[in-house]
């Protein structure tokens, strides 16, 4: 409890990423001017040559997976062990967090939240669909005492909380000074478990399907696993295309998804040294005008995908939600971007973690997995990876929209849209 | 439809199980401390790491090394002696209890009674000893040896390092002029820190793997240096400069900074 009466006696750290000291090498010329010119290519091959009339089928499509294994999933005490797994693994996080060392290179819970939680998610949730929504600890401690007849969820309130928790899990995790200190982290743990679950007392459970950031991120990530459900409630084999066509069209989707994509820009750029002169010089304080790079980067990325939707709804007058439409084929462009930036991060720091768990001190961190060129490789295979996907899905949408004379016409602004987006990714990558 | 009463129940737990223990695999690691298989330099398997190397003091000394405490009974104990060279400076001669100089496995785990010892010239460390004899210089006053760990931590016992201090008295230091600093090797960068202000402004260092690297910081409060995935620390003392040197033997982006202003110096591209 040291921590929290004096903590002052916490080192300062510079503001970055919470975890992890190692950073990815800045690419070279040669792997940035390759994808970007691969970009490039496959965007006006795509424009071309890809079908003229829609293929993806949502959530009507799929290979439905055996009964047995459909039954397992199913059974109560599948979910049952799952929810207690979930419970007695966030109980392990409070116990190293509450009587743990206050130190990021003694105690597991940082490291377990800002890279197992946050980063494992990712190829979790892409392997195995939504599991936060299995493991939610919330939801465990929800149903010991559900509210008796929840009041409706308002229609417009849609994805738009989480969106507004992942930007403040972003600021926690990019900008917050100490955020790997004890005393922050039960802040924000207190702060989250309240907001959480005073909604979830107000709604129901169905509050943490649109409030809880992780689980909308384990949610939206997963949209683009070969596991999904059909409409019918079969479990499938499926395409991630169609996973990513049924993404329902929340209010809140583009801004939750705008504030994925603009904070690992945010990442990015902290690792610029012009940034960071600018951090330590600026009069305003280091951690206020952190703040607003973060916040400028999400307003920008939100502002060119605005813009982009003005056009097609000028060029398009019975589309009437132009915003929400096409924010499907953003999430795959945003999975580019997580891989590229955290991959090593998740490879190396997440057995030093574990080993910690385990109790060793003073665990090395293991060298990175790929050597320099097949790093950078993997980065950039991600961006474009993640650009290609982007831009079928939003082709496939755009001609289900769209009339077929102006189906080329009318993706050309996404298409502008999304080469902005996969330059300025590779662009920070570079810098 | 008939079913044999008892297989299904049994598919059904034995799929869920299997479900459970795939999308459970990375969290259960995480809570039950299993021995994970990863990547470990040579002579770092957690039997060492773990078993009986003594417990991890938060306390660094001065060279930025965490202290490893052994119970008194069982830490090693050092006393130094000296005599004048022929030649100049000193010829050190150690006696050690409970320890074993373990060259070979320096960099591995931390296991008691082996290691290293360092040898402090007034207070700045100069060198290793990986044997009894040793040679420091002339022209300097005091000579502290430390024992160290093969994981670099300082053995310690009642929380103070193992360690053994003796005067240089009598230096023939008027006699002959200082022997002129070594030259340093490898790259050479100089900072310095005014108020929140770096000079040069914080860019990148772009280094080869396996280069020697030299930094020369000097800041205006005291304050620790810290260099990011090499763990190195340096204690800064206001307006003194301090040099830290190190071999850049990972590959990566890492960050110079301080630990008590939270500046970030200088970025170190490794590649």
């Not at chain 1, 009318?410 to 987006?421: E, N």
């Amino acid at each position: 409890m040291t921590a929290l009466l004096a903590p002052v006696s916490v080192p300062t750290r510079a503001l970055a990423h919470g975890v992890g000291s190692r950073h990815d090498l800045p690419l070279s010329p040669f792997y940035a001017y390759a994808g970007a010119f691969t970009a490039l290519l496959v965007s006006f091959l795509a424009l071309g040559l890809l079908w003229s009339s829609s293929r993806f089928r949502g959530d009507l499509a799929g290979r439905p997976l055996p009964t047995a294994l459909q039954r397992a999933a199913d059974a109560p005490s599948t979910r049952t062990a799952l929810r207690l797994l979930g419970a007695a693994v966030a109980l392990v996080f409070l116990l190293h967090l509450l009587l743990g060392p206050d130190d990021p290179d003694r105690n597991p819970a940082p490291g377990a939240l800002y890279v197992l939680l946050w980063v494992g998610l990712v190829p979790a949730s892409l392997l195995f669909g939504p599991v936060w929504r299995l493991l939610n600890p919330l939801r465990t401690l929800h149903a010991l005492h559900p509210p008796r007849n929840p009041r409706p969820l308002p229609a417009a309130l849609g994805l738009r909380p989480a969106a507004a928790c992942l930007l403040l899990f972003a600021w926690l995790e990019l900008v917050a000074p100490d955020n790997t200190s004890r005393a922050t982290l039960l802040t924000a743990l207190a702060l989250h478990l309240g907001v959480q679950l005073l909604g979830a007392a107000r709604y129901g459970d169905r509050w943490f399907a649109h409030a809880d950031p992780f689980e909308v991120y384990s949610s939206l990530l997963a949209r683009l696993s070969p596991l999904g459900r059909r409409a019918d409630g079969r479990l499938v084999l499926r395409s991630p295309f169609d996973g990513l066509d049924s993404t329902p069209r929340l209010p809140g989707l583009v801004a939750t998804v705008c504030v994925l994509l603009g904070s690992t820009a945010y990442d990015g750029l902290s690792d610029n040294p012009r940034w960071i002169t600018t951090l330590q010089t600026s009069p305003l304080g280091p951690v206020p005008t952190a703040t607003l790079g973060l916040l400028a980067a999400v307003a920008l990325v939100s502002a060119c995908y605005g813009l982009c939707a003005g056009v097609l709804r000028l060029t398009d007058r019975e589309l009437t939600t132009p915003l929400t439409s096409f924010a499907h084929s953003l999430l795959p462009i945003a999975l580019g971007y997580l891989t590229a930036h955290y991959f090593s991060l998740l490879v190396t720091e997440f057995s030093r973690i574990v080993i910690m768990a385990g109790g060793a001190d003073n665990a090395p961190a293991p060298a990175p997995p790929l050597d320099p060129g097949g790093l950078a490789a993997l980065q950039v295979g991600a961006v474009v990876t993640g650009h290609v996907l982007g831009v079928v899905a939003a082709h496939d949408r755009s001609v289900r929209l769209f009339p077929p004379a102006r189906a080329v016409a009318g993706q050309l602004p996404l298409f502008l849209l999304m080469i902005a987006y996969t330059l300025g990714g590779i662009g920070l990558l570079v810098a | 439809m008939m079913r044999i009463p008892g297989a299904l129940p049994l598919g059904r737990r034995f799929g869920g199980l299997c479900l459970v223990l795939v999308l459970a695999a990375a969290p259960v690691l995480a809570g039950c401390g299993g021995r994970a298989t990863t990547h470990h330099k040579p002579g770092t398997g957690h039997q060492e790491a773990t078993g009986g190397s003594g417990t991890l003091l938060p306390a660094r000394d001065e060279t930025g090394h965490r202290l490893r405490e052994l119970p008194a009974a069982q830490a090693p104990t050092v006393r130094a002696e000296v005599r004048p060279d022929s030649e100049g400076g000193w010829n050190v001669h150690l006696t050690v209890e409970r320890f074993l100089f373990t060259p070979e496995s320096t960099g591995g785990a931390a296991v008691p009674g082996r290691g290293h010892a360092r040898l402090l010239v007034d207070g700045r460390e100069t060198g290793r000893l990986y044997g009894p004899w040793g040679h420091v210089p002339a022209g300097a006053r005091t000579l502290t040896v430390r024992l160290h760990a093969d994981d670099h931590t300082v053995w310690a016992a009642d929380g103070v390092p193992v360690q053994a201090t003796v005067p240089l008295a009598g230096t023939p230091a008027a006699s002959s002029p200082p022997s002129p600093r070594p030259t340093e090797p490898g790259r050479t960068a100089t900072l310095t820190i005014t108020g929140r202000t770096v000079q040069p402004p914080p860019s990148r260092i772009e280094l080869k793997k396996g280069e020697r690297l030299t930094l020369h910081v000097t800041s205006d409060r005291d304050d620790t240096l810290h260099v990011h995935g090499y763990d190195r620390e340096l204690p800064l003392s206001a307006g003194i400069p301090a040099t830290l040197t190190l071999t850049a033997d990972r590959t990566g982006l890492f960050e110079v900074e301080t630990h008590g202003s939270g500046l970030v110096l200088t970025q170190l591209v490794v590649r």
